[in-house]
């Protein structure tokens, strides 16, 4: 069964600098169905990339996806005060088919 | 434009039963799968079960199974959750998500399920 680690759990930050977040599947996935989601306090998860890569409708250019096999970025060039918040990733498990599995999360917090 | 809405929540005693219900608009019902994702107050997002676009495939997280079935009902665009034998670890946000072509692309805005005696 594949797990998705997120490094590091904890990212504390300030407004303006890099973000760089990891996700590492136990063994290769299609990239293709590599997702991350944002999600903040109260809030349902947002789509930020789909495919590894692709940023979602609406979604600034500041966030870039990358990635392939088992190793995979977030990047987020900036920080805006809006984007602290808990990132997940998430790819579809090996077994069943089309069930989901889920990253534990990388919490970006203020400096 | 694509809504889905979830319904059925609240509270409810340890060994009780609870069914969710998602109402889904904007989109042609019977082309999706969907997915049940929850999360514990404080935690991070957990798969609970998927049923596929025809209905002829449903999954379910281990902890749950034999206690919760997904079903839809195509002439009412609504997927549910029949939540049995519910117990305090079951505590949380239950969103609906439809599964796109290539992953999940819609969530709704989640129901909470608190067990609690």
């Known amino acids: 069964e594949i797990v998705l680690t997120q490094s590091p759990g904890t990212l504390s930050l300030s407004p303006g600098e890099r973000a760089t977040l990891f996700c590492r599947a136990s063994?290769?996935?299609?990239?293709?169905?590599l997702v991350w989601y944002q999600q903040k306090p109260g809030q349902v998860p947002r789509l930020l990339i789909y495919?590894?890569?692709t940023r979602a409708t609406g979604i600034p250019g500041r966030f870039s996806g990358s990635g392939s096999g088992t190793d995979f970025t977030l990047t987020i060039t900036r920080l805006e005060p809006e984007d602290f918040a808990v990132y997940y990733c998430?790819?579809?498990?090996?077994?069943?088919?089309?069930?989901?599995?889920f990253g534990g999360g990388t919490r970006v917090e203020i400096k | 434009q694509v809504h889905l809405v979830e319904s059925g929540g609240g509270v409810v005693q340890p060994g009780r039963s609870l069914r969710l219900s998602c109402a889904a608009f904007?989109?042609?019902?019977?082309?999706?799968?969907f997915h049940w994702v929850r999360q514990a107050p404080g935690k991070g997002l957990e798969w609970v079960t998927t049923?596929?676009?025809?209905?002829?495939?449903?999954y379910y997280v281990d902890s749950v199974k034999g206690r919760f079935t997904i079903s839809r009902e195509d002439s009412k665009s609504t997927v549910h959750l029949q939540m049995d034998s519910l117990r305090d670890e079951d505590t949380a946000v239950y969103y609906c998500?439809?599964?796109?072509?290539?992953?999940?692309?819609?969530w709704g805005q989640g129901t909470r399920v608190t067990v609690s005696s």
């Open positions: 998500v439809r599964d796109g072509p290539y992953n999940p692309d819609y």
């Open positions: 904007g989109f042609t019902f019977s082309s999706y799968g």
């Open positions: 049923i596929w676009h025809d209905g002829s495939n449903q």
């Open positions: 063994q290769s996935v299609d990239s293709s169905h």
């Open positions: 495919g590894a890569s």
């Open positions: 998430q790819q579809y498990r090996s077994s069943p088919p089309r069930a989901l599995i």
